[in-house]
T-cell receptor, first 110, second 115 residues
């Protein structure tokens, strides 16, 4: 199972774009990259998932370079409600969810 | 459709007491998971069940047992609680173990305090 490395914490001002990068040097050919968001006192919830290039949904974008050894979660124009911990997971199928790591704690400042 | 439900929401135990944390999902998912999250830490997998009838150890299984009662329910038992088991426990489910693009659904968590 591919392990991931993320920054421990990040701060951003309201309205700015935030990019959180995740390193996954040992990603396997069939692995997908999934990002979860966790608010205090709640379980994590799915944000976005991708395999290569770029994926965009109503919440975020996920950029994956050709070598797939890293990925970047992009949150456009963050608000205070985006303050949370963001987890990057890499893997295939159910095994994708075995190692959450410590995530990146994003704090949005007014 | 309630998703993933957990009971109780909060529990206080004395060292040595036993208890069972209950988890149920109504989404017809095949795989279920139990995690613990200590303050300021990420989630660590305790046990998982890839499908009904199977269970496997995760990263931190010591002191816990699980039962996949049926497809809907996956319980976590602490036989003799210790203060080190004070944590927030999350249950999660996944549609299919073998799918390539699957994501987990999490319950609201159970806060456990062991004195």
């Amino acid at each position: 199972l591919a392990k991931t490395t993320q920054p421990i914490s990040m701060d951003s001002y309201e309205g700015q774009e935030v990019n959180i990068t995740c390193s996954h040097n040992n990603i396997a050919t069939n692995d997908y990259i999934t990002w979860y968001q966790q608010f205090p006192s709640q379980g994590p919830r799915f944000i976005i998932q991708g395999y290569k290039t770029k994926v965009t949904n109503e919440v975020a974008s996920l950029f994956i370079p050709a070598d797939r050894k890293s990925s970047t979660l992009s949150l456009p124009r963050v608000s205070l409600s985006d303050t949370a911990v963001y987890y990057c997971l890499v893997g295939k199928t159910g095994a994708n969810n075995l190692f959450f790591g410590t995530g990146t704690r994003l704090t949005v400042i007014p | 459709n309630a998703g993933v439900t957990q009971t109780p929401k909060f529990q206080v135990l004395k060292t040595g007491q036993s208890m069972t944390l209950q988890c149920a999902q109504d989404m017809n998912h095949n795989s279920m998971y139990w995690y613990r999250q200590d303050p300021g830490m990420g989630l660590r997998l305790i046990y998982y069940s890839a499908s009904e009838g199977t269970t496997d150890k995760g990263e931190v299984p010591n002191g816990y047992n699980v039962s996949r009662l049926n497809k809907r329910e996956f319980s976590l038992r602490l036989e003799s609680a210790a203060p080190s088991q004070t944590s927030v426990y999350f249950c999660a489910s996944l549609p299919r173990w073998w799918g390539e693009q699957e994501t987990q659904y999490f319950g609201p968590g159970t806060r456990l305090l062991v004195l």
